[in-house]
């Protein structure tokens, strides 16, 4: 298969000073793998290059995946973990439900990744890496990643259900969740630009084209030129559900700024994407990071790595899984 290009973004100095000025990042380290795995980056590279290859939309999928899994009891893979008789997996949760993506490209860069490093990587480590090449592939920024996070041994389908933000909820309760995380109303609205790619299921903002809050109406503000091509995408009917529309009909597959001028013109697909216009504290950024993209960029990636340290098991808590689907005691069975 043929591999994508992609190419080197200049990275600003002061960037640069804010990450390598310290090669410790509490317990992760910015060289972890320089010695025990060397070839990683290379190896990771890859296996995205090919997937992205064969499917541009995976780059979104990976983000998404790598999101749920930190905001459910940290970045420790959980939710690569399958259902077993000892716990409830994340995978069937409804968030997750028919919609998490990308469990194949992860298995299949850790099964290269073992063939060079035998029980050295992390699954953790290895979607938190996927999720950055992914990213840079597609147009996006490329951050220095700490590494050194160990795999969890459970799963927790409910902690799922309750702790990864819904787009039906609103900008205080999804507020509220990122800062039971250590994150910030910053990085809401930066994180939230990750929907520059991608795409959503109707049934996510459905309501908005037919029946906005039971008026029997559709979103007065939403553009009246993106609700015609949504809801012929997403007819009002049950079946249409489950179709698909692109959360940025600009430049779908091109991960950039453009997020943010949409929710300045209504084009907003989510109403809590759109709702980040409408309140004060958040609009400026919106604002803000349409005018700078270079702004936006650094703060991506300054926000993805704060995300990726998010109750990180290292040392000798959790394990080094030998297949991302299942912990080690259980893969002998």
């Excluded at 390598?20 to 010695?35: A, E, I, K, P, T």
């Excluded at 028919?98 to 029980?119: H, L, Q, T």
């Excluded at 906005?212 to 109406?217: A, I, K």
Aim: proline residues 4%; contains cysteine.
């Amino acid at each position: 298969m043929e591999m994508i290009s992609y190419r080197l973004h200049s990275v600003p100095l002061f960037f640069c000073i804010l990450f390598f000025g310290h090669f410790v990042s509490g317990q992760l380290y910015y060289n972890f793998y320089d010695y025990s795995c060397p070839n990683l980056s290379t190896i990771v590279r890859n296996g995205v290059a090919s997937a992205i290859a064969n499917e541009t939309r995976m780059a979104a999928s990976l983000l998404r995946l790598h999101f749920h899994d930190c905001f459910v009891n940290g970045c420790e893979a959980s939710i690569l973990l399958d259902e077993s008789s000892e716990f409830k997996g994340e995978k069937n949760a409804f968030p997750n439900r028919n919609s998490a993506r990308g469990f194949e490209v992860i298995d299949a860069i850790k099964a290269d990744v073992e063939k060079a490093c035998p029980s050295t990587v992390s699954c953790a480590d290895i979607l938190t890496l996927a999720v950055r090449e992914a990213i840079y592939m597609v147009g996006g920024p490329y951050w220095p990643l700490p590494m050194g996070r160990r795999d969890g041994l459970t799963a927790n389908e409910t902690a799922a259900n309750e702790q990864i933000p819904s787009p039906f909820e609103s900008l205080e309760s999804i507020t509220a969740k990122f800062t039971s995380k250590g994150l910030t109303l910053r990085d809401v609205v930066v994180l939230s630009g990750g929907h520059t790619i991608g795409f959503a299921h109707c049934g996510t903002f459905k309501s908005r084209l037919f029946d906005f809050n039971n008026t029997g109406n559709p979103d007065p503000t939403l553009d009246e030129s993106l609700l015609e091509s949504l809801q012929q995408i997403c007819p009002n009917q049950a079946d249409s559900n489950t179709n698909l529309a692109p959360l940025d009909s600009v430049t779908t597959d091109t991960f950039d700024n453009v997020y943010y001028r949409n929710l300045l013109n209504n084009f907003g697909v989510l109403q809590s994407d759109q709702a980040l216009i409408r309140d004060n504290r958040t609009a400026f950024m919106v604002r803000l990071f349409n005018r700078a993209p270079g702004l936006f960029a650094m703060a991506f990636g300054v926000s993805m790595v704060k995300m990726s340290k998010i109750g990180v098991l290292t040392v000798n808590d959790g394990e080094i899984r030998k297949n991302c689907r299942v912990v080690n005691h259980a893969s002998i069975y």
